[in-house]
């Protein structure tokens, strides 16, 4: 049976045994893994070509975190309809996921836009992973942060539904080209590069979308009386103080590989692991390219 079976419609109370099996990419025993308190990470659009699922993989086999926070767009429901695609790594970041679960750590589970299908069964637990619709995370220093994957404050998404759906489809068109040059650049030994993410940096419109929607998500969580929003969805890690509000934005494993996390003194830190794994003794660039690319 295929994980997204397993995953999807038909049986999610199978999602324990799927987490006893074992995986094709071997977790790896490693001294001195990283510990945090809290890990948040979304969009990582497993069943997609963009997906960076090996970089995830080590990501996962080097750090822990008492509680995981899955920020919506984890598996990409938009483009499995269409077209099936589901190599063995999505495969093993689905195993190592649960597999947290199953070693006491709280695992929830917001579902975006592109797993949306998933928020039908919100409330409920499933081999260990709570799903919900948004939830409310108190630091260890106290303060309280809305987590949500961010959809609900995108109008493109909300009122004209069809012309997301073409800008899914121009965006899978930019990480082909993405895949393209960074083949192009692994052969002459050159390190990964996101097109897509520096178009976004260069382009007018979209650098105003991106502080509009931080703006709305910010006065949002205003609304709800809390201190900060933890948010996904626009594939743009940061972190901003926003009218006394602060907002934080995992970013994504399709485009920069991040990841938010809590340290145990309620510090907050967006993790690049582009860069970690560069700064790790040993690698070189051309193993970190063949590992984001």
């Known amino acids: 049976m295929s994980v997204v079976t397993r995953i999807g ?26 510990q945090f308190r809290t890990i ?65 750590t709280r695992v929830v589970y917001i579902p975006g836009n592109h797993d949306e299908v998933f928020r039908q069964f919100a409330g409920l637990d499933f081999g260990g992973v709570e799903i919900r619709r948004q939830a409310i995370h108190t630091t260890a220093d106290g303060r309280h942060l809305l987590v949500l994957h961010g959809d609900e404050f995108d ?9 997301a759906h073409v800008g899914d489809a ?3 068109l930019l990480m082909a080209l993405n895949r393209g040059l960074n083949a192009y650049r692994r052969f002459f030994n050159m390190p990964y590069w996101s097109l897509s993410k520096h178009a976004k940096a260069k382009v007018k419109k979209s650098v ?21 929003v933890v948010c996904g969805h626009i594939h743009t890690a940061e972190y901003r103080d926003i009218a006394g509000i602060k907002y934080y934005n995992d970013g ?38 063949m590992l984001a690319a």
């Not at 324990?16 to 990283?34: H, K, L, M, V, Y």
């Not at 993989?57 to 926070?69: A, E, G, K, Q």
């Not at 109008?155 to 012309?163: E, F, G, K, P, V």
Request: contains cysteine; glycine residues 8%; aromatic residues 10%.
């Open 40 to 104: 948040w990470i979304s969009d990582v659009h497993l069943g997609t070509r963009g997906c960076n699922a090996e970089m995830l993989i080590d990501f996962l086999d080097h750090v822990d975190s008492d509680t995981l926070y899955l920020v919506g767009d984890i598996i990409d429901g938009w483009r499995l309809r269409k077209k099936f695609y589901w190599p063995v790594a999505h495969n093993d970041v689905v195993w190592r996921l649960l597999k947290r679960a199953k070693r006491s």
């Open 208 to 228: 105003e979308f991106i502080s509009n929607y931080e703006e709305v998500v910010a006065q949002a969580a205003a609304h709800r009386g809390v201190d900060g």
């Open 170 to 172: 121009a965006y899978n």
């Open 155 to 163: 109008a493109i998404t909300l009122a004209h539904r069809w012309l």
């Open 252 to 289: 994504d494993w399709v485009e920069g590989c991040t990841a938010l996390v809590e340290h145990f003194d309620g510090r907050m830190e967006l993790l690049h692991w582009a860069d970690e794994i560069a700064a790790r003794e040993g690698i070189g660039t051309l193993e970190i390219a």
């Open 9 to 34: 419609l038909d049986n999610l109370a199978e999602l324990g045994d799927f987490a006893n099996s074992q995986p094709a990419i071997p977790e790896r025993t490693i001294s001195g893994r990283r």
